[in-house]
T-cell receptor, first 112, second 110 residues
Framework: DADVTQTPRNRITKTGKRIMLECSQT?????MYWYRQDPGLGLQLIYY???????NKGEISDGYSVSRQAQAKFSLSLESAIPNQTALYFC???????????FGPGTRLLVL | EDQVTQSPEALRLQEGESSSLNCSYT??????LFWYRQDPGKGPEFLFT???AGEEKEKERLKATLTKKESFLHITAPKPEDSATYLC???????????FGSGTRLSIRP
């Protein structure tokens, strides 16, 4: 079984809809991250969390929110989806002090 | 401002033709440099972490090296299955985040 799982793997939604992407991990890591990736671009950090009570904004948090339900679960929400949020979204986990990040398989999101 | 630049953007090689990918970085102090492999539509897969200038790590046909300003990912006698995008990322001292480069798309022709 994969250490980091994401659901759904693919999602098509309409402009203005609220959607949630979910991430679960079995690695036992405290730190979790949400990134988006656009074609030809690197990974951009949306939000990150170092423990259940810690939530931090990344480079591109506008239009997104997150919830850390447990050590193993970190959800990303798009409050009102817009077409330029069409992208590939990745969840990642890491542990201190190693800091190596381990990624999930990604969610491909299309906003029409 | 911390920055990571990868070159070339794309590289096409013949099977068996060795080459190197470059990752140049600017950070106030390096805590770690990471290399990942990413296949189309999949999540990045961890390859190496380097911590200090002069350090080298190897895995099969890949070897990563580090200087004070850049890192190289050397690919020796590549095979078609080495085709992927290779991502470099750095973490600055005292920083809680890592910064990714935009990657090098490597294609190996049989």
């Amino acid at each position: 079984d994969a250490d980091v799982t994401q659901t759904p793997r693919n999602r098509i939604t309409k402009t203005g809809k609220r959607i949630m992407l979910e991430c679960s991990q079995t690695k036992g890591h405290d730190r979790m991250y949400w990134y988006r990736q656009d074609p030809g671009l690197g990974l951009q950090l949306i939000y990150y969390s170092f423990d259940v009570k810690d939530i931090n904004k990344g480079e591109i948090s506008d239009g997104y929110s997150v919830s850390r339900q447990a050590q193993a679960k970190f959800s990303l929400s798009l409050e009102s989806a817009i077409p330029n949020q069409t992208a590939l979204y990745f969840c990642a986990t890491s542990d201190f002090p190693e800091e190596t990040q381990y990624f999930g398989p990604g969610t491909r999101l299309l906003v029409l | 401002e911390d920055q990571v630049t990868q070159s070339p953007e794309a590289l096409r090689l013949q099977e068996g033709e060795s080459s190197s990918l470059n990752c140049s970085y600017t950070v106030s102090g390096l805590r770690g440099l990471f290399w990942y492999r990413q296949d189309p539509g999949k999540g990045p897969e961890f390859l190496f972490t380097l911590y200090s200038a002069g350090e080298e790590k190897e895995k099969e046909r890949l070897k990563a090296t580090l200087t004070k300003k850049e890192s190289f990912l050397h690919i020796t006698a590549p095979k078609p299955e080495d085709s992927a995008t290779y991502l470099c990322a750095v973490q600055a001292s005292g920083a809680s985040k890592i910064i990714f480069g935009s990657g090098t798309r490597l294609s190996i022709r049989p």
